[in-house]
């Protein structure tokens, strides 16, 4: 694929081969990640399969894009309702989809990978929803897919934005194929269990109301207690037994609510720390997830009036 895009080149790139429809995403210096433009040009549904530019499938969200927009009203309003009706598309659409990941796709890039029918992947393949770490929330129908992972894995997935390789998408159910590279094994298989450490460093750096949000977005249980993390995970419950739309709607409301600063701006703070100083020391309005008051959070998560809400088919 092509190593780089000037500014006069479209960010998505179509081609029909035979009776396939292949599209490329194309912002290969930017990791591929998703602008409004791209989403105005993926949005048709009859774009399939798909691949990205350079060494990126999708790195997800442009981030910048929130940040700039940060003072206006609802400057991403568009965008995101867009993105959520993509998502839904891509999660219903009735021809066969394939995606070809052979590099990183992270959340919102992920989304346009995992719901997919076929979704190939090799050991160059890094998949991670690591949203919490910058006070945001599993978006972009991830919710609705961790939540139905076996055991605990949606929620170790959204909480600590663990770093996922080819083989292990597959063995998660995030992916159906993968497809080796010519590389060594044993220098694939380097690095045994040091996936621990990062782990533990990324949540103790993590946004607290982020985490609290992440949590309760995938868990989506009134009853469960917020008052540590230590306690046990309990049985994901009410997410596994909705729809597609609704959870999509849960999710656009939530997006909306954070970018809103409606209990913090900490998701701006953590942007900043990440893509605009690149500095990674976000200074969080709470320190602590016991100071995270849980009765703020109800606020993001209250719906919208039905005017308002993300408009979608309620037959899947």
Request: hydrophobic share 40%; glycine share 6%; net charge positive.
């Amino acid at each position: 694929m092509a190593q780089a895009a000037n500014t006069n080149e479209p960010v998505v790139l179509g081609e029909q081969v035979d009776h396939v429809r292949l599209i490329t995403l194309n912002r290969p210096r930017q990791l591929n990640v998703i602008s409004p433009e791209t989403v105005t040009m993926a949005f048709s549904p009859s774009r399939t399969p798909s691949l990205g530019a350079g060494r990126a499938f999708s790195a997800g969200g442009d981030l910048r894009v929130f940040y700039e927009g940060r003072k206006q009203k609802d400057y991403c309003l568009e965008v995101v309702y867009r993105m959520y009706w993509l998502c839904y598309h891509i999660h219903t659409y009735k021809k066969t989809q394939v995606a070809l990941v052979n590099g990183i796709a992270m959340v919102g890039g992920a989304s346009l990978m995992v719901p997919m029918e076929f979704s190939v992947v090799t050991e160059k393949t890094v998949f991670a929803t690591p949203e919490a770490g910058i006070r945001f929330h599993t978006n972009c129908g991830f919710s609705y897919l961790h939540s139905r992972l076996p055991g605990h894995l949606g929620e170790f997935f959204a909480l600590t934005g663990a770093r996922l390789n080819g083989k292990e998408l597959v063995a998660a159910g995030l992916a159906t194929h993968y497809v080796p590279s010519e590389v060594d094994e044993a220098e694939a298989l380097k690095g045994g269990n040091a996936w621990i450490s990062p782990v533990l460093t990324g949540l103790k750096r993590s946004s607290p109301t982020g985490l609290k949000i992440t949590l309760r977005s995938v868990l989506i249980s009134p009853s469960f207690n917020f008052a540590s993390l230590n306690t046990c995970f309990i049985p994901v419950r009410e997410a596994r037994n909705k729809t597609l739309a609704e959870c999509l709607k849960a999710e656009f409301r939530l997006t909306m609510n954070i970018l809103r600063s409606t209990v913090s701006g900490d998701v701006y703070e953590g942007i900043r720390a990440l893509t605009i100083d690149k500095d990674n020391t976000p200074k969080w309005d709470l320190l602590s997830l016991n100071k995270v008051n849980s009765e703020d959070l109800d606020l993001v998560f209250k719906p919208f009036e039905a005017h308002l809400e993300l408009q979608i088919p309620k037959k899947e």
